[in-house]
């Protein structure tokens, strides 16, 4: 059976414990994607806090799929290379990125507001970011 896709969660998965990815790691995701298999991430993590690992693994798809905020939002990151580029991937120059949202499923107004009285109830510290706060 041939894999057409490999999916990565990023925190105690693919990042080491300093949350950081290894040079090995970061071949063997670039070997993937050489050979036609589509890698994407699923993670827990917000779409701002994974840009430096996507361009870090530098991957030879034209798009990466995303799943981020614990399933609240699928993207998918288009990487509008040059032709030239293409053919040299070091070269990031004539790189832009678009993203597009093709999923979303976020917590309410009420809901976010129940939470972040709870967090302040029981001395927690609780964030709600807006999706406009992106790549």
């Not at 998965?13 to 790691?25: M, P």
């Not at 995701?29 to 050979?35: E, F, H, M, R, V």
């Amino acid at each position: 059976m041939k894999y057409k896709a490999v999916f990565l969660d990023m925190d105690g998965t693919t990042l080491d414990n300093h949350h950081l990815l290894s040079d090995a790691t970061v071949a063997v995701l670039q070997q993937l994607s050489a050979n036609g298999i589509l890698v994407g991430i699923a993670t827990g993590r917000s779409i701002g806090n994974l840009r430096k690992y996507i361009d870090q693994m530098n991957l030879v798809q034209d798009f990466v799929p995303l799943v981020c905020y614990n399933g609240g939002y699928g993207f998918i990151l288009r990487q509008n290379r040059s032709d030239q580029q293409s053919k040299d991937s070091d070269q990031d120059s004539n790189s832009t990125k678009t993203l597009e949202v093709v999923y979303s499923s976020p917590l309410g107004e009420q809901d976010s507001r129940d939470i972040l009285a709870l967090a302040e109830d029981l001395g927690c510290l609780a964030q709600v970011r807006g999706v406009g706060m992106l790549y």
